[in-house]
């Protein structure tokens, strides 16, 4: 959120802005890849995405940078060619994504990017930092944490099923997958399961007005005051 607007991406280039009073606005983006993520930070936007533009059948960079959020530029380099972009984050000066083989990048600039050691080879799907901590989840229950999103280090959910998503607020990490699940942690380290009364897969978890809301990709969702 970002000037009073959220600025919300999706599939084949999506893009608008949101504001307080319900009025979307077009965002003229120049691809048509399936976009993943946007985060802003120390003046600029970056989005994630997948490295190939099914649409126009070409090799056309994984992340998009832009100060003004209207004008966008794509970060061609090596570091990450080839990989698809599960999400973007940014927190304590630094900016996190990682992708569908296990690959995390890590920027203190939104621009240049290097990789760290995930010791995965599996889909990395959401991140988010708080308690002084970053975390990642992804497929079979996989849990990263990190204190200064470099080096990562493997914890353990107690489940084998995929996590599509986490958050943080309150003191309290969240994460949601298939099957309705929900997972809590006060430190991204110890995890706790939570009942959620679906069975539905659970694709996106946030903090709203004091109360924790999942949502799935139609209608089914789980919220929890606590």
Request: charged share 15%.
């Amino acid at each position: 959120r970002l000037g009073n607007k959220w600025w919300i991406v999706g599939s084949t280039g999506t893009f608008f802005t949101l504001d307080d009073r319900g009025t979307t606005a077009e965002v003229t983006f120049p691809t048509t890849q399936h976009l993943t993520g946007i985060a802003y930070g120390d003046g600029r936007f970056v989005v994630s995405g997948p490295y190939f533009d099914a649409g126009s059948r070409e090799d056309i960079g994984a992340l998009w940078t832009s100060t003004d959020g209207y004008q966008w530029t794509p970060l061609l380099t090596t570091v990450f060619d080839n990989f698809n972009l599960n999400f973007v984050a940014y927190a304590a000066g630094k900016w996190v994504t990682a992708s569908t083989a296990g690959l995390i990048l890590s920027s203190t600039n939104g621009v240049t990017s290097a990789r760290q050691l995930s010791g995965l080879t599996t889909s990395l799907r959401s991140g988010a930092y708080g308690a002084d901590t970053w975390v990642i989840v992804g497929n079979s229950g996989r849990i990263l944490t990190s204190p200064d999103g470099t080096t990562w280090t493997s914890r353990t959910s107690g489940l084998t099923a995929d996590l599509t998503a986490v958050a943080f607020d309150r003191g309290l990490f969240v994460a949601v997958g298939v099957s309705g699940i929900i997972l809590s942690s006060p430190d991204g380290v110890t995890w706790t399961r939570r009942a959620s009364g679906t069975a539905t897969t659970l694709n996106t978890v946030g903090s709203v007005a004091g109360s924790w809301v999942a949502a799935a990709a139609r209608a089914s969702g789980s919220r929890s005051g606590t």
